[in-house]
């Protein structure tokens, strides 16, 4: 018997476990795949530490999330600059006025704003989708070379099916700044998000117990945990946990191809967004510009890229993003409705919640969950 049945190992289940553990509680963590971690799950290769589920860069302005994480790892001072390759020509992001001059060849924040203002003027009222939302805010031009191919391979959809408060995650900036986030904290973990992970699940100190199995998918033995636990904190997929039985959540799933060279710098810089629709993958990451600071890393003749290609998903594949459309909003309401009424359960995470979390939302919300106990 343990006071908690933690199911998924990802920074929902890990924060929790941590919480409790540190009230004197005792865990069981299942985790299905082979490893701890969930998608903040890094491998090391030649000494780099590869991103497997994707690049993550944390960025955050919440002060008690950020002082969290600095309990147990130290961060490198990273900074994101990706840079958009659109038909071999490179233009900085987020959209600031780098971006600007190298598509407009104009100088000042008042040549931009013009071009922005005369270009916005085709949007009128309030932008009802993601290509108005786009065009609203940085004009047709960057709308149809750096957003509208990426976007529509990205999501599989039309900008015109998208919600806008999907761009509005990205800043729009008149000074010269390539600062991709506008938090005030970021960086990534100098020794990897594992050894965050670690230093969670693996405290001597706490009071209380956490106990780690992997390989083991909650679900299909869940009976076979039926009053083995005070609590249940779920962090799979909302629908699964009911069987689907309202009907299936629509998630974007992704491929990633990663790529050994034997030279020390490959493309440059750590992410590079192809924008056009024509390439079939959105963005390719070469992995060592992650590890700021370190030189021996920097100059070492090896590097790994990985290219990120956007893929439909269907069920038993590893579900990356929720689809934020009507139909699938509409049916998580209905299961969040069933969530509310199940006993001693608590769903948490990016995928029990069908949200376009970000870690530091991710951890704030364990933090608070667990605060409740
Ligand atoms: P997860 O990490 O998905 O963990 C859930 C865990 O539960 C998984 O390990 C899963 O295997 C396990 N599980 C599921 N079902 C079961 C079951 N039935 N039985 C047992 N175990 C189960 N955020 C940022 O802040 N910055 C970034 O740069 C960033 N980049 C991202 C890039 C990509 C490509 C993606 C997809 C996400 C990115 N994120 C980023 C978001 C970040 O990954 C999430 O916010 C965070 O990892 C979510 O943690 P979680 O615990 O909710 O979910
Ligand atoms: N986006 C875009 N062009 C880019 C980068 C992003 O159009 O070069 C859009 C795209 O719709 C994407 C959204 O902005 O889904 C959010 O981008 P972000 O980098 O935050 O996506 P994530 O890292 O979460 O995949």
Known sequence: MVDYLVVGSGLFGCVFAHEMAAKGKSCLVLEK?????????????????????????????????????????????????PVANYRGHLYNLPFNMNTFRELWDIVTPREAREIIARQ??????????????????VGQDIYEKLIKGYTEKQWGRSCTELPAFIIRRLPVRYTFDNNYFNDKYQGIPENGYN??????????????????????????????????????????????YFGCRLG?????????????????????????????RAVPYTRTIEHKHFMRGNAAIAEKAVTYVTREYPADWKPGDEAYYPVNDQRNQDLVAAYRARAEKEENTIFGGRLAEYKYYDMDDVIKSALERAAQE
């Open 248 to 276: 299936r959540l629509e998630y974007r799933g992704l491929r990633f191809e990663t790529e050994r060279f034997d030279e020390a710098n490959h493309q440059g810089v750590a992410v590079m967004n192809y924008t056009e």
């Open 120 to 137: 916005r003027a085709a949007v009128q009222g309030e932008p009802q989708n993601l290509e108005e939302q786009a065009i609203s805010l």
């Open 33 to 81: 795949r082979a490893h701890v971690g969930g998608n903040v799950y890094g491998e090391e290769k030649d000494g780099i530490l590869i991103h497997r589920y994707g690049a993550h860069i944390f960025h955050t302005s919440y002060e008690d999330v950020w002082a969290y994480v600095n309990q147990f790892v130290s961060f490198n001072g990273y900074i994101n600059s």
């Open 195 to 240: 050894s965050l992970i670690e230093a969670l699940l693996d405290d001597k100190d706490l009071p209380g117990s956490i106990e780690v199995r992997t390989g083991v998918d909650y679900l299909p033995v869940r009976e076979a945990y039926a009053g083995q636990a005070g609590k249940v904190v779920y962090t799979g997929p909302l629908d699964a």
